[in-house]
């Protein structure tokens, strides 16, 4: 699915934005850089953008990152696009560890801490991959609508 994200286009549409030799890596980050694409699309489609999908996309950015961060070695590369409707996301990161949801408990019953950033990006995105990539680690993609 990251392949096809790979090659920056020419000129690029409101509303997308691909990661260069700034790329952001923190959380805080992309969501500045995924709400100011939200916001750049709004803007040039004359739309009224929704504050709670927005939100949802916020969010799903920000466990993707963590996630990578925590699990993943570290992103790699992040790309948004607003399009259609709803924001693809795609973070990229070193490990070929596929995600898991991890028990909220431990064997002898007591609460671990963490473990939501998996089921909270499959509840709020509409569409998940995640897919190899060819030097190594993977790419997770997801769509979270935006209306």
Known sequence: MCEE?????????????????????????????????????????????????????????????????????????????????GVRLSVSDRSDELPVVVPHTDQRGRRRPGGHGWPIVCRLARDVRVSDLPAGGKCITAVVPLV
């Open 5 to 85: 994200y790979s090659t920056e286009p020419v000129a690029q549409p409101p509303g997308t934005l691909r990661a260069g030799s700034s790329l952001p890596c923190r959380p805080a980050e992309v969501r500045e850089a995924v709400a100011r694409a939200v916001s750049e699309r709004c803007r040039a489609t004359h739309t009224d953008c929704d504050t709670e999908a927005l939100a949802d996309a916020l969010l799903v950015a920000s466990e993707l990152t963590t996630n990578a961060i925590l699990h993943g070695g570290g992103v790699t590369d992040f790309r948004v696009d607003v399009s259609g409707p």
